[in-house]
């Protein structure tokens, strides 16, 4: 392996983090918008929501990815990998984001919510001050771990030429017949990401005021 | 969002200025309900009846509260009480019949029978302080957030007098030194003294108690009692569920008494500590005198537990 | 697309692979190899734009099958099989199935092969002809042929498991294998041939004429003035001069 | 598109021994990474510092670790080590000890949440050591995380696909060789999605099931 | 595990033994322990004290309870009862003076300072049985299984004979149609029998109750002061923490005051509730008396809660 090689290997960790962070952007309140599709029990929607989470939830990513970029020019939609490439991440991390959002909305304690009836509060300002400040730190442990998977599952958008970190790896590796160094490269430049990631989740949950929980 | 607030909070003083002319108000003579209750009433309940599947909670229950009143809603477990308060500000629906706060229908649109929205719903609760038995106070806001919040965002009001109440109003119930603490780091009658002024902060109609001391340890019950008594002699029109049989005969200007979904006696607490007038207020009150007889036998040679 | 279309839009697309030595690679950051050279070459003589898109073998062909890309600008070796999916522009080399062992295995001759273990990608034609050497194989021994055939996603993991032991040997064509074992002369042997010989060309979805047309007129062009066997000589290491013009 | 599913319907033989190597693999990842991931949960929740700082190490570093990355290198960096495995068993490895990290991580949230007056209970009464974890914590922690454990079956299954990378014959494997071989990529494909989606109906199933029979022997 | 079951098993019918014979046993002679307590003494603390933090919550605390008493130990909230009892099993480690059960040393090795193994203090906490305040049933274990999990696990005893046992048990607090639901079904009172039958399964020489009732409804305490009382007049050793004044009269052989870490007075019932002796003592039953006097206003012009 030589210098260019190990360059090649961080651009792709580039290429990872943009993809996974655009993702994570979308999905996350993408997912909210699923979960409360679910919790209120929109007529026909949250059936819809739940079997398309239960699909998603099922679908190797590699599979999602195919599917979109090669069946919807179809349907007349062409996308270029890299929208190609975010909407299947996307669409595949919203479903599991809906999941954990659902049950920090399920979780929510009942008389709080009363209370919040109770005191005047209409729909949209008993969203915005009592359930949302409470759920969303109730929801972050889960989705930062959703977070690393779904970083974790990038690799999979490689088979429609992204070329993300593992991506990067291999093609060191065809070149040099030698895999295993570009991949131990690769794996300790996953482990500073995701740790990046989990550090910065304690940061956030430190910053909460302890007290501040139920 | 601001607009609506305006309105529920000149509405909220229209119906203040009401209750103290005890006159018939423009709104009250302009419409043509028959069963419109007197205008010194707060609260008037008729015929209320709900269902939680097979389970009938409540069966024709009516029920009317006047101005200053103190009512104590004594009952057995499962007999219907919270069932009944949550009925009064439309956390649960009732089946059958109507509830008047301050003569202003609940949950019904007025002269018609169009359920009222969320946001109609909501200025209507503004009217009707609720104090829950696990206080239900908001984790996520310090005390003196919980008791400026919905002044603030339901009623609109502006925020250095909402927050001048909300501080008059926590010195009151003697928590001056706990206003930014968070709900975690109090006491449970320290919370439910927050739940009190809380409610206290919307300037409500009637106030609603839900068992408010059974959550609390026996030596804290005291202090939340203080303060429901100070504002029953203030003259604060309120329905009180509780367990409490010493509080509600020094307190109660009425006691209002449940079994089985149904209003069973309504009478002074004199006459009702005094001389309960059916045999299920009697068995009732026996049960509080006396908990423990020992343990009854079936026969004389029952194993022993040791 | 049709001519008009492509003449509309004044473009082509094409899928290249990213991890096939010597055909196409990736070096120091750019695409290069065999494959890529001819279509520096190509773009001067075809008259419109080629746009390309690089991505894993498991991409190429669906991407041409489904209409993403009007051509796969990769080694594709001819079969049968892919003549009925695909139509293949005028051929850029010719390959035959070899098999490579690690360097002091006691395989010596395609014989040897009996009771061994041996590698070759999944769906690609080294793998049919690794197949029908094996049936042939059995026919000659009684019965006896191959003991396992390990199906891979990609081939540097079949190299990785020869190195390894896992298998003892692995099929591919010659052209590949003499490029691995020029990389690591000390690792690697390159055997004898098991397959009949075929040729590597371009592939377009089935009926796309018009695509075609415009590249074989300028592959037979490069083929003519002898630009197209320098290359080979330069990366395969051999020129092919008596390719058919068409091998559909 | 019909004529596809029917080529697909032809290789049903190579579908089939696919779909059972996921559900070989499925099988035997999830039985031992639940059990080592008790154990594990155990070492995660000692009293020794030492032990649980060990054991928090190995969870984070698999949490770190993209599942691929990790085939790789159980698969080509074992035999470095002079261990040598079958592709298969290779696949199976890499999947337990990569989803008992995780089983672990979830069994200990369960743990953690357990209501401690319980724990306090079966000590007052004279439990210590494993039969208290085997006969009082680990019940508990199994009933209150089914739903979760659920969770984990599917991506122990979705993990599976992976394997592909180092030819293990499960059921992607196989669609992928047929979608190569015939190039229908699509009738290959949703094939996959279908019987995946069915696998993992079967375990949400199961898992709802479960969930109900705990229900009542939840706190 | 078997081995040291029947270990625990043997030693447990020893001091069974030990306590009825009423003489002093061979373990105990052959101690050279002088603060040994006398033989009909089950439970001697001596100079507990534990702190958390600053918080010195015992400070050398002394209580000996015999054979036979039922000891009332109340006091206002946070004085450290709930701490004491936990200290006798050893859930909390004391940080200076020493617990006897039933003659042996809690915690430590007899006859030295080497503080006893995970299993040595399983053995003996089998010893002392507990009842908690919210009950700590095992939820994944049906009422019966509940009862039968530690003499069938802990003390190694036969199936069939801990399952008769179980039963008896669960028939005599009134539970026998209840045997194979599970917690969750039952309501607090049933949930607090089943804690009681859990602990006297383990045949226990002192039962150790921590506000057995205080997480109950008003209306399902006397179901569980019921059994209790029987269990007082069958002669069980047992230390009560608890808030309900008259049970404790009605029951108590003596009351204990706590207050502030310390024991601040040790009477039979009459006296203590007749003629407290000490202010602290009065102020607290004085609380209960009458818990809610007129809000203590600090000015006469306090502004009003309305
Ligand atoms: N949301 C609900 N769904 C189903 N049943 C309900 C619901 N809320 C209450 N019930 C049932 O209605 C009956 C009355 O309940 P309610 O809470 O009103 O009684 P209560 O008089 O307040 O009793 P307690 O003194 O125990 O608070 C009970 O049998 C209860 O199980
Ligand atoms: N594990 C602990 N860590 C720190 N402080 C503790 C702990 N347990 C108890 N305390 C503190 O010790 C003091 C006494 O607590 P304890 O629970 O013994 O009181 P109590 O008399 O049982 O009160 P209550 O009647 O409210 O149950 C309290 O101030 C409490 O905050
Ligand atoms: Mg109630
Ligand atoms: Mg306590």
Request: aromatic share 8%; net charge positive.
């Amino acid at each position: 392996m030589n210098a260019f090689d190990y360059w090649s290997i961080v651009q792709g960790a580039l290429a990872t983090v943009v993809l996974s962070v655009a993702s994570i952007a979308l999905g996350i309140p993408l997912g909210l918008g699923l979960a409360l599709i679910r919790w209120a029990r929109v007529p026909f929607f949250h059936r819809i929501v739940v079997a398309y989470v239960s699909l998603i939830r099922s679908c190797p990513a590699v599979t999602l990815t195919l599917l979109i970029f090669f069946a919807l020019p179809q349907f007349g939609i062409s996308l270029d990998p890299t929208p190609a490439a975010i909407l299947a991440l996307t669409l595949s991390t919203a479903a599991f984001n809906c999941e954990i959002w659902r049950a920090a909305l399920i979780n929510f304690p009942r008389d709080q919510y009363d209370a919040a009836l109770a005191f005047a509060m209409p729909r949209r300002l008993r969203f915005r001050r009592i359930v949302m400040p409470q759920i969303w730190r109730a929801a972050l442990p889960g989705l930062v771990s959703e977070m690393t998977l779904q970083i974790k599952s990038t690799p999979a958008v490689a088979v429609i030429g992204i070329v993300e970190i593992t991506r990067a790896a291999l093609r060191v590796g065809a070149r040099t017949y030698e895999p295993l160094p570009p991949f131990v490269f690769a794996l300790v430049l996953y482990g500073l990401i995701v740790f990046v990631l989990i550090r910065a989740q304690r940061v956030i949950e430190r910053r909460q005021p302890v007290e501040a929980r139920a | 969002m601001n607009t609506s607030n305006d309105a529920a909070l000149t509405m909220l003083r229209e119906v203040a200025a009401d209750g103290t002319a005890s006159a018939p108000s423009a709104a009250a003579a302009a419409s043509g309900n028959t069963a419109r209750p007197a205008t010194d009433t707060v609260l008037h309940l008729n015929g209320i009846s709900k269902s939680f599947g097979e389970n009938h909670v409540l069966r024709d229950v009516s029920l009317t509260v006047h101005k200053g009143e103190t009512v104590c809603l004594l009952g057995p477990s499962g007999c219907g009480k919270s069932t009944l308060l949550r009925c009064v500000n439309w956390l649960e629906i009732p089946d059958a019949g109507t509830v008047h706060v301050s003569n202003r229908r609940m949950g019904v649109r007025e002269g018609s029978s169009i359920k009222m929205s969320d946001a109609e719903l909501a200025r209507s609760r503004a009217r009707i302080g609720m104090v829950f038995q696990h206080f239900a106070l908001w984790p996520h806001l310090t005390v003196l957030q919980n008791v400026m919040e919905a002044p603030l965002h339901v009623l609109g009001r502006p925020r250095d007098e909402a927050r001048a109440d909300a501080e008059r109003l926590l010195e009151r119930v003697g928590l001056a030194g706990k206003m930014e603490a968070f709900p975690s780091r109090l006491s449970g009658g320290q919370k439910q003294r927050v739940g009190i002024a809380r409610a206290l902060a919307m300037k409500p109609d009637i106030l609603l108690f839900d068992e408010p001391t059974s959550a609390l340890d026996p030596m804290l019950v005291g202090e939340v009692l203080n303060v429901m008594h100070s504002l029953a002699q203030e003259g604060a029109t309120m329905v009180i569920v509780t367990h409490e049989m010493e509080f509600a005969r020094q307190v109660a200007s009425r006691i209002v008494f449940m079994d089985a979904g149904q209003v069973i006696e309504s009478a002074p607490p004199e006459q009702f500590f005094g001389a309960p007038q059916t045999p299920r207020a009697r068995q009732f009150l026996a049960r509080f005198r006396s908990p423990h007889q020992p343990f009854d036998d079936t026969a004389g040679d029952a194993p022993k537990l040791l | 697309a049709s001519a008009e279309e492509i003449k509309a839009r004044g473009y082509i697309t094409v899928a290249t692979e990213d991890d096939y030595t010597p055909f196409e690679f990736v070096a120091d950051g750019k695409n290069t190899g065999y494959d890529n050279d001819l279509l520096a070459l190509m773009r001067k003589k075809i008259g419109v734009e080629v746009k390309q898109q690089v991505m894993p073998w498991s991409g190429i062909l669906p991407g041409v099958t489904t209409g993403k890309y009007d051509m796969a600008l990769s080694a594709v070796l001819v079969t049968d099989e892919r003549r009925k999916t695909f139509d293949f522009a005028s051929p850029t080399c010719e390959a035959i199935t070899f098999y490579a062992t690690k360097k002091g295995s006691s395989i010596k001759g395609p014989d040897d092969l009996v009771g061994k273990v041996v590698g070759a990608e999944t769906g690609s034609a080294m793998l049919t002809d690794l197949k029908l050497f094996n049936e042939e194989l059995k026919k000659k021994h009684g019965g006896s042929g191959i003991k396992q055939i390990v199906e891979y996603q990609s081939y540097p993991e079949a190299y990785q498991d020869l190195a390894l032991g896992r298998v003892d040997a692995v099929a591919n064509t010659q052209i590949s294998l003499n490029s691995l074992v020029k990389t690591r002369p000390d690792t690697f042997l390159i055997g004898q041939p098991i397959g009949k010989p075929t040729y590597i060309a371009w592939a377009v979805k089935k009926g796309n004429t018009d695509v075609l047309k415009m590249v074989d007129a300028a592959l037979l062009e490069l083929r003519k003035s002898g630009e197209m066997y320098q290359l080979q000589q330069k990366w395969l290491g051999a020129s092919y001069k008596d390719m058919p013009q068409s091998v559909n | 598109m019909m004529e596809h599913f029917l080529i697909v319907w032809q290789q049903r033989a190579d579908v089939l021994s696919g779909l059972l190597d996921t559900l070989g693999l499925l099988a035997v990842a999830s039985l031992a990474s639940l059990v080592l991931g008790a154990l594990l949960t155990s070492a995660l929740m000692s009293r020794r510092a030492a032990i649980a700082r060990l054991a928090t190490l190995y969870v984070d570093a698999m949490r770190c670790a993209p599942f691929l990355l990790f085939v790789y290198l159980i698969y080509f960096g074992l035999p470095t080590a002079g261990i040598r495995l079958s592709n298969w068993w290779a696949g199976a490895i890499a999947l337990i000890l990569y989803n008992t990290a995780y089983m672990a991580e979830l069994l200990r949230g369960a743990w953690a949440g357990l209501p401690a007056p319980m724990i306090e209970a079966a000590r007052a009464y004279g439990f210590h050591g494993f039969s208290l974890v085997r006969r009082i914590i680990l019940p508990q922690v199994f009933t209150v995380s089914l739903p979760m454990i659920g969770n984990q079956l599917v991506q122990i299954v979705k993990d599976s696909a992976f394997l592909t990378v180092i030819a293990v014959g499960e059921l992607t494997h196989q669609m992928n060789g047929i979608q190569a071989t015939y190039f229908i990529p699509f009738a290959a494909f949703i094939t996959a999605v279908v019987l995946y989606w069915a696998i993992c109906l079967v375990i949400e199933g199961g898992s709802g099931l479960l969930s109900r029979f705990a229900e009542e022997r939840r706190a």
